[in-house]
């Protein structure tokens, strides 16, 4: 890990433990320079990622402050499964169908259930190079995705989203019909310029939507 890798993910750790709260001023960048025995370029180069991020807020002779947390519609989050599905009464069961690893890459793929009835197949790459003790779990109780949400920051999303029809292998898994309209949901996330995970969602169309509430814009 470089100088600025660590000044990076030292200043992440901080703000995602709460330890520096949104608006708390971090360090100023000639403490920096001396806590870490680097250049001034080199703190600054870190603190510039952080921004683009959106991890702290960069002021122009007050210094560089922890950003307010961005507050997204329910299309843009990462969701939990396992507490949506709880959230709505249902009985919620994670059953994992392959895992191996191929070379720095984990791939998981596995069923998750509502009310015993499939909801969601997933097939998920985890990088190993950013999540290195994935490695050792073994995703047979827990979820790959709910394991990351509670074990490794994010600070970047993509999404796409699409309609797709399910195969015959898909529809078997989903105990549905083949061709059946589906939901596919496909998403990477990155802690900031490291990618995290990759991951395909795919839904039946008739159990599960995606929803937001906008308001309209300042005229």
Known sequence: ?????????????????????????????????ASYGCSRA??????????????????????????????????LEVPDLAAMIAAR???????????QTDGGE?????????????????????FLAAVPQA???????????????SHVPWTRARHQI????????QAGLLKMPAGKACLLIERQTWRIDMPVTRVEQLFPGDRYDLTAEFKPGAA
């Open 162 to 169: 699409r309609a797709v029809e399910a195969n015959t292998e």
């Open 106 to 126: 984990l791939i998981v793929t596995g069923v998750h259930y509502a009310a015993d009835r499939p909801l969601c197949l997933e097939a998920r790459t985890i």
């Open 89 to 99: 009464g249902e009985a919620y069961r994670w059953e994992l169908l392959d895992r």
């Open 1 to 33: 890990m470089t100088v600025e890798e660590r000044i990076r993910s030292d200043i992440e750790a901080r703000v995602h433990s709460g330890e520096w709260r949104p608006g708390m001023r971090i360090p100023f960048e000639h403490e920096l320079v």
């Open 42 to 75: 080199t703190v600054n180069k870190a603190l510039t990622r952080l921004a683009r991020a959106g991890l702290i807020e960069r002021r122009r002779k007050a210094g560089s402050f922890v950003a307010d947390p961005q507050v997204h519609s329910a299309v």
């Open 135 to 149: 490695e050792t779990e073994a995703f047979a109780e827990i979820s790959p995705g709910g394991w990351l949400l």
